[in-house]
């Protein structure tokens, strides 16, 4: 381990591996709706708040590599970062939200495409094309029911009646999004589904996209042209209360500071918020909310001794800045010791059973994966 690493309280290793066969495993997951024909779909990759907190100038590279060539961002800053890092000249930067209002000609100098949100967002970049001369690349989002971004019917049919709207434009995606695709019991993926078909027949025929990473698992009525997956690449479980499809990505290990004997009826850590009910050992691990490591996960959450993964360790008592204590009292005396490193995320104690303890998603826990962490690329064979 090199003296950086050795240097900080924390340690994040990210798997770029792991992400390729996220990718690939994805990609078979997808096809054609039975008794259709048509290409295969395609998988694009969401990419944006840097992959997840992961690195998009890293992990962009390693989905190209692995036939990824459409990249979706959210904000048109974020593209042109991603940029250089996409070099693919057959590969796409779409930027989610759109142009900001004034920034057409920006968007489009940066070399990437726009999500077409909204009748305003129509008319600048129709009017760069006419400027320009060109017919424009765009994609159009509609709203299926999720009401976030996107057309809504009526201006969808305003569109219909008056295909001048869309001079200097050329549609190459249809897209929306669903509101509830990680339960996949709720009526509205269905209703979301139809209002999609029909709201997308009445555009120009374009290559059409409607799921993200749980929308992949509804079924295949849902992958239309291209799929959109973030979190699933990046090993968040897209099927919630099953088996995950997908491989852990993240593993988050936090260095031993020391370790203490606290009696009973002790209180630990600010606010007394753990009072320790029998003679306990623990052990002070170098990371915190500061990293990140988010503070709603104070008394929830495990630790595990990587040589020991059968002995959980509770996370005690309130999470500070930075640090957090675990109860290492079913171990035995003296197995930890100062400089050990213990795994908070890793094989044994997942991503997504971190974010259920802290009360969130895995998504929510990769974006705020702080910035202290000392971090390690891999592109060895995912932690098994
Ligand atoms: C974030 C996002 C995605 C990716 O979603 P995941 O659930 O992470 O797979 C796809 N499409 C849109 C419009 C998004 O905002």
């Known amino acids: 381990m090199d003296v950086a690493a050795q240097w900080a309280g924390g340690i994040l290793n990210i798997d770029l591996q792991a992400v390729a066969k996220n990718y690939r495993t994805l990609c078979q997951v997808i ?7 048509g290409p295969h779909p395609i998988c694009a990759a969401a990419v944006k708040a840097d992959a997840y907190g992961l690195d998009a100038s890293l992990v962009a590279p390693v989905l190209e590599d692995a036939g990824c060539r459409h990249f979706f961002v959210a904000h048109l800053a974020e593209g042109v970062a991603l940029r250089p890092s996409v070099k693919n000249p057959q590969s796409s930067i779409l930027v989610l939200h759109g142009p900001p209002p004034g920034t057409a000609r920006d968007l489009h100098e940066a070399g990437l495409v726009p999500v077409i949100n909204s009748m305003e967002q129509l008319a600048e970049w129709r009017a760069l094309g006419r400027v320009l001369e060109r017919r424009l690349p765009a994609v159009l989002q ?26 200097g434009i050329r549609t190459m995606l249809v897209m929306s999004h669903l509101a509830c695709a990680d339960t996949p019991e709720v009526s509205s993926n269905q209703a979301q589904l139809e209002a999609f078909r029909h709201l997308s027949a009445s555009l120009p025929d374009a290559p059409r996209s409607l799921a993200a990473s749980s929308g992949i698992f509804l079924g295949p009525d849902w992958h239309f042209d291209l799929v959109r997956p973030g979190a699933a690449l990046y090993g968040v479980n897209p099927t919630p209360g099953k088996p995950s499809p997908v491989s852990p990505v993240i593993r988050l ?20 918020g753990f009072v320790a009910r029998r003679p306990s050992r623990i052990a002070l691990l170098g990371i915190g909310y500061g990293d990140g490591f988010l503070r709603s996960i104070s008394n929830q959450g495990t630790a595990i001794l990587p040589s020991q993964p059968d002995v959980p360790l509770p996370v005690i008592g309130r999470v500070s800045m930075d640090s957090l204590a675990v109860d290492i009292t079913d171990l035995e005396d003296g197995r930890v010791r100062a400089g050990e490193l213990i795994d908070l995320i890793g094989p044994y104690n997942t991503l997504d059973a971190a974010a259920t303890a802290a009360g969130t998603i895995g998504y929510e826990f990769l974006t705020d994966l702080g910035r202290r962490y000392h971090r390690t690329y891999t592109r060895n064979d995912p932690l098994v």
């Not at 096809?31 to 024909?37: A, G, H, N």
């Not at 057309?151 to 001079?167: F, Q, S, T, Y």
């Open 142 to 167: 509609v709203d299926s029911g999720m009401a976030r971004f996107g057309m809504n019917a009526g201006e969808v049919a305003k569109i219909a009646a008056d295909p001048a709207l869309l001079d």
């Open 253 to 272: 290990q936090a260095r031993v500071i020391q370790t203490r004997a606290v009696p009973r009826g002790q209180a630990v850590g600010y606010g007394g």
């Open 31 to 37: 096809q054609r709706p039975d008794q259709t024909s």
